[in-house]
């Protein structure tokens, strides 16, 4: 069971890493045309693909009722780490919703 919620956490690492690389080209791009031919988000979009192959060896053992929600943990590692790489907003409406999908994913692994 192990190897399936190491990839869960490998998946979830890994889309957190595909949105930054995304987020990377669209700032460092100055048109569209050149956001998509931006090797960061070749990269982004690759790690994704990646990303989703581990999670679908997580749902192997993971009910999807579980897995899914924990994705969301990424959603929270990927606000603050855009507030510290761009200074995107992480004011209390943030750190709020941080905590309330913290809280969530706890809470759904308790068993």
């Given at each position: 069971m192990s190897l399936y919620y190491a990839s869960?956490?490998?998946?979830?690492?890994l889309g957190i890493g595909?949105?930054?690389?995304?987020?990377?080209?669209?700032?460092?791009?100055?048109?569209?045309?050149?956001?998509?031919?931006?090797?960061l988000t070749i990269i982004g979009l690759a790690v994704y693909i990646i990303a989703a192959l581990c999670y679908i060896l997580a749902l192997k053992?993971?009910?999807?009722?579980?897995?899914?929600?924990?994705?969301?943990?990424?959603?929270?590692?990927?606000a603050?780490?855009?507030?510290?790489?761009?200074s995107e907003p992480l004011g209390w409406p943030q750190l709020a919703g941080i905590a309330l999908i913290g809280s969530g994913v706890l809470l759904l692994h308790q068993h």
């Open positions: 869960l956490v490998a998946a979830i690492m595909g949105q930054i690389a995304l987020k990377a080209a669209a700032e460092a791009s100055a048109t569209i045309t050149a956001q998509f031919l931006n090797p053992r993971i009910p999807v009722s579980i897995a899914f929600p924990s994705v969301a943990a990424s959603y929270a590692v990927v603050v780490l855009a507030h510290i790489l761009w």
